[in-house]
């Protein structure tokens, strides 16, 4: 095949002539570039702390600050997808690194995120001088860190269940690690992956208010974007701004969600080994357009060219993933001593790092005032218990009549993963609001906050889960007569048990983790705060008290961590164990 | 004289269990392939013959021996030898030409000449107009064609087979088979030596120079047949069967089991022997139908195979479990039933139950040792761990899983002992 710049001479002629769909792609794809310089020379402007970045309410600066938004949240997925990659590779192809990496991720990923921004905004700060670019480093950073873990997770997952027959015909055929790597590994993780990103997205949203409008040292600093105009509206009191603000956020949702997700989901169905029966292939007109346009075919054809060029330089990357040969090399003494050597000087490490809080919390914090705060964490774990009672009660029942009517769940499914994407904060002013003119317990009447964005994986799963219940298992029960409490003790909620753990394992952890957005909603000069971890928390970080922020991290960590291992992980196993069809 | 593509010599392999203790896979093997030659590898399923494949593949490194390729050690997969899979193994993100074009990509082979070569590969195994599909667009059938082609389009001396046909439809795989005899022989490919894997005997003897019968616990070679018939070889002629009745005398005559023809010495099982894993049910209805006519209770182990449709891997594990009971003799290729196995038979549901269970505790000590502790113990249970670390002795973790599995399925038939899923206990009250 004869080729010109890269793109095969086939594609000439029919690149000359234009269709509908390349000019809608052009558009696309130069509005992209367009943006992303435009807000490039915006970053770069000089930034001294202490002067005040101007924020207006103005309804036609909403776009603006929606694509700011947007771009900081794509930076920072970006940065969460570099970082699955390599700390998941790392983590599989190093066995001995794994032991150590994966449980510092259950970690990572129950520290909150506003602990992130906390403690790392003054170092960005520092890093970039005078300028606007350590805040907006230090935004991408903590919307980051409300985004990888899960991420990374489902790769490390998946790495780790490549099909042994797959790895088998990959050596044979003498594939390198690098080819490997891209060839096997990766498209292979890649369906679990894009849901996983969704899932970020949607997080990311929720704290993307907390990410930019930073209180640094009792000092407010706000970058121009979405959230700002969010706590501005908050702070001055104005309905109205609010509800633009809702307005955008539900069309910039929708346009990612229809010119990325959707199209991205589809795709990966072909990375799927089998179709599972009755899954409904997805459909998306945005790839529909991409995949017959012929500019971006040719593009792609371009970019193919360009990987084949790359593939000679590329010696430094190959060794983040060949699998480490030496290590097995070794004399097994020798071997199983260094590993002890190495557990050693972890341990000596981590007890290290232990005493080192233990001593920068106890010179402040009193043993009472640690009591107290393991109290508080009590206080908001019966809250996160409760609400996930309560919202199990509420959408299972709705989630079982939903998925029962396949043609029903297919037009719901669409909409509940819209709703989990939507950032419930926007409705915190509508809560403070009853709460205060109906002089509501704000102990009680707070906490709805903390699971508005999260109690739609309950319902999402449970209505996969129903909807995945055998035919004949229903004709069966039709048959028998069986209805009412037996049909749903012995037949429904044995079969969706699997499902709706996954759901509320999700929900509970998303509890947890808005538990210091949720705990202490404003209004203008009302705040209404309730007593929880969270709120200690929150309450530390505006005062910029860093041991106190430092303790109620690591309790939290601690409930996280106990709820996960004595009530999750029992629950799965079950589920795993008992409650599946084979 | 032919050269030698591959020779073993005292190749054996071990896995670690988890207390240290190797278990032989393999021992001691020592085989020579030549150019111009298929050889069949048959033998009872876990025997060793695929882990052999996958040494001789370079994919696991044997603990002694040497493996020699066209007089080079192998130690890691090289270049001129290829395998085809059981599960097909294909990309499912890539299509046919993708599928076929990975390991030239490997080779560093550039874009266009792979291409070619992509597409003849393609053409020569009759994927034509196939080369876009994804593999789920295809049937098995065209699926493992798509195997076979990314394996020759590398144009290896030495292609290996590991049960290539096994997970396609009797018709399927007779078209495919056919096929590959077909570019073998008119010397199509170039490939110089075939080595093919199989449960089939009937395969094996349709497509092999030399079929090598394995035996197991641990892989050793128990003999060798040369088959000289010429191709295409039909499977009806007296030859053939003559050659099927040999592998089968040779497949059921293992040696380490002579001690099982003589009643006397059937005690001689220890606490370790792998129970093969054969469903109650199946052996059941073997033997019911061994009593019926036309075998009227004796039967050409060949021809009972073909008549049941059974493939070699699941009639031997039946038959060595009626053997191992007591219910049936074998001998010389030939199932016999015994005494007890037709008043086995012959009885109603319950009797049934009596005669398998006083034959279970005869003759399998497992069974017997398991009864006996739960007897012993104060509250007559007993957590299924206890049996699996015993087991583990003499075993795998994984064989000692699926052998308590055997021995509690038959032991729950006799009504023995009784066991509880969720918790697995095993108690006197049955389940």
Redesign the interface.
């Known amino acids: 095949m004869l080729r010109h710049w890269g793109i095969p001479v086939e594609l000439w002629p029919l690149r000359l002539r234009v269709g509908w769909w390349d000019i809608a792609a052009a558009l696309l794809v130069f509005g992209a570039m367009a943006a992303l310089i435009w807000t490039g020379r915006k970053v770069a402007a000089p930034f001294t702390l202490g002067q005040p970045v101007s924020i207006s309410l103005d309804a036609m600066l909403l776009p603006e600050y929606a694509l700011r938004t947007t771009l900081r949240m794509f930076a920072a997925l970006a940065a969460s997808l570099l970082f699955s990659l390599v700390y998941a590779a790392w983590a599989v192809k190093l066995p001995r690194a794994g032991r150590i990496l994966i449980p510092l991720l259950d970690i990572l990923q129950s520290v909150p995120i506003l602990g992130y921004l906390s403690i790392t905004i003054t170092g960005f700060i520092a890093l970039f001088p005078g300028r606007l670019l350590g805040v907006e480093c230090a935004a991408i950073f903590a919307i980051f860190t409300s985004q990888a873990w899960n991420m990374t997770f489902s790769l490390y997952q998946s790495f780790r269940t490549v099909p042994a027959d797959l790895v088998e015909a990959a050596r044979m055929y003498r594939l390198s690690p690098w080819h490997r790597f891209w060839r096997l590994e990766v498209p292979f993780a890649m369906p679990s992956l894009i849901w996983n990103m969704m899932m970020s997205m949607s997080g990311g949203w929720f704290f993307v208010v907390a990410a930019e409008a930073i209180t640094v040292n009792g000092q407010n600093i706000m970058l121009p974007g979405i959230g700002s105009y969010i706590a501005l509206a908050i702070e001055q009191r104005d309905l109205h701004a609010v509800g633009y603000a809702i307005a955008t956020m539900l069309v910039v949702i929708a346009v990612y969600d229809q010119l990325m997700f959707r199209p991205l989901l589809a795709w990966s169905a072909k990375f799927k080994a089998e179709a599972v029966e009755g899954e409904s292939e997805l459909s998306s007109w945005f790839l529909t357009m991409v995949q017959r346009a012929k500019l971006i075919r040719g593009l792609a054809a371009l970019a193919r060219a360009l990987v084949e060029l790359s593939r000679r330089a590329r010696g430094f990357l190959t060794a983040l993933v060949r699998p480490v040969r030496r290590e097995a090399a070794l004399p097994a003494d020798l071997d199983r001593w260094l590993g002890r050597l190495l557990d050693i000087a972890l341990s000596l490490l981590a007890l290290a790092g232990g005493f080192l809080i233990w001593r920068y919390v106890s010179g402040e914090v009193a043993l009472a005032e640690a009591v107290r705060v393991l109290l508080l964490g009590l206080f908001t774990a019966l809250r996160v218990a409760a609400l996930i009672l309560l919202a199990s009660l509420v959408w299972v029942p709705v989630g079982v009549w939903i998925g029962l009517r396949p043609q029903l769940a297919q037009r719901v499914q669409p909409v509940v993963q819209f709703l989990a994407a939507f950032p419930a904060n926007l409705f915190f002013p509508v809560v403070v609001l009853a709460i205060v003119h109906f002089r509501l317990n704000v102990e009680i009447w707070i906490s709805p906050l903390m699971i508005l964005g999260t109690q739609w994986y309950i319902l999402f799963n449970v209505i996969a889960g129903a909807s995945a219940i055998p035919t004949e298992l229903r004709h069966v029960c039709a048959n028998l007569g069986v209805k009412g409490a037996v049909w749903w003790r012995r037949v429904v909620l044995p079969a969706i048990f699997p499902a709706y753990v996954t759901g509320a394992v999700t929900a509970s952890g998303g509890s947890w983790n808005a538990s210091i957005v949720a705990e202490v909603a404003k209004w203008g000069d009302t705040t209404l705060v309730a007593t929880g971890i969270g709120a200690y928390i929150a309450h530390s970080t505006e005062a910029g008290d860093f041991p106190r922020i430092a303790l109620g991290i690591v309790v939290l960590c601690l409930y996280v961590t106990l709820f996960n291992r004595l009530l999750w992980r029992r629950l799965y196993n079950l589920a795993a164990e008992r409650y599946r069809f084979d | 004289m032919p050269s030698d593509l591959m020779t073993l010599e005292g190749i054996s392999k071990s896995y670690q269990t988890p207390d240290h203790i190797g278990r032989l896979v393999l021992d001691q093997i020592n085989l020579r392939l030549q150019e111009g030659e298929i050889v069949a590898l048959l033998g009872k399923s876990g025997c060793g013959k695929s882990t052999l494949l996958?040494v001789m593949?370079g994919?696991v490194p044997p603990n002694a021996g040497a493996l020699l390729y066209r007089g080079q050690p192998v130690r890691?997969?090289v270049?001129g030898?290829?395998?085809v899979?059981?599960?097909?193994?294909?990309?499912?993100?890539?299509t046919v030409l993708g599928n076929v074009e990975?390991?030239l990509?490997?080779?560093g082979i550039p874009?266009?000449e792979r291409?070619r070569r992509a597409e003849a590969a393609v053409d020569l195994i009759g994927l034509g107009g196939f080369e876009g599909a994804?593999p789920?667009e295809l049937s098995g059938g065209m699926r493992q064609r798509v195997g076979f082609a990314?394996a020759l389009v590398?144009e290896p001396d030495l292609l290996l087979l590991d049960e290539p046909f096994s997970a396609l439809d009797v018709l399927t795989a007779s078209t495919l088979r056919g096929d590959l005899i077909e570019l073998w022989l008119e010397r199509r490919i170039p490939t110089k030596g075939i080595l093919i894997v199989s449960h089939n005997v009937e395969e094996a003897v349709e497509l092999a120079d030399r079929i090598i019968v394995f035996s197991s616990d641990p892989g050793r070679i128990r003999g060798e047949i040369p088959i000289t018939l010429p191709y295409p070889r039909d499977a009806a002629h007296p030859a053939f069967r003559q050659i099927v009745d040999e592998v089968y005398t040779l497949l059921t005559t293992a040696p380490q089991r002579d001690d099982l023809r003589r009643p006397a010495k059937r005690e001689a099982i220890g606490l370790g022997y792998r129970l093969p894993n054969a469903s109650i049910q199946r052996f059941l209805g073997l033997i019911e139908d061994l009593l019926a006519a036309p075998h009227n209770g004796r039967a050409d182990i060949p021809v009972l195979a073909d008549q049941e449709a059974l493939g070699m891997d699941e009639l031997l594990p039946m038959i060595e479990a009626l053997e191992l009971l007591g219910f049936t003799h074998t001998a010389k290729g030939d199932i016999e039933v015994t005494g007890s196995g037709r008043a086995f038979a012959e009885a109603d549901m319950l009797e049934r139950k009596r005669i398998f269970a006083e034959h279970l505790l005869h003759h399998v000590p497992l069974a017997a040792h398991i009864r006996r502790v739960l007897d012993e113990r104060p509250g007559h249970r007993a957590p299924e761990e206890r049996f699996l670390r015993e087991l583990e002795d003499y075993m795998s973790e994984e064989e000692a899983a699926t052998v308590l599995e055997t021995v509690i399925n038959w032991g729950r038939f006799g009504e023995l002992f009784g066991y509880d899923y969720?918790s697995g206990v095993l108690s006197l009250e049955a389940a």
Request: proline content about 6%; cysteine-free.
């Open positions: 996958r593949a994919l890691e997969p270049r030898i290829a395998m899979f059981q599960s097909f193994a294909l990309f499912p993100w890539l990975l390991g990509e490997a080779l874009r266009g291409r994804y789920k990314r590398t969720h």
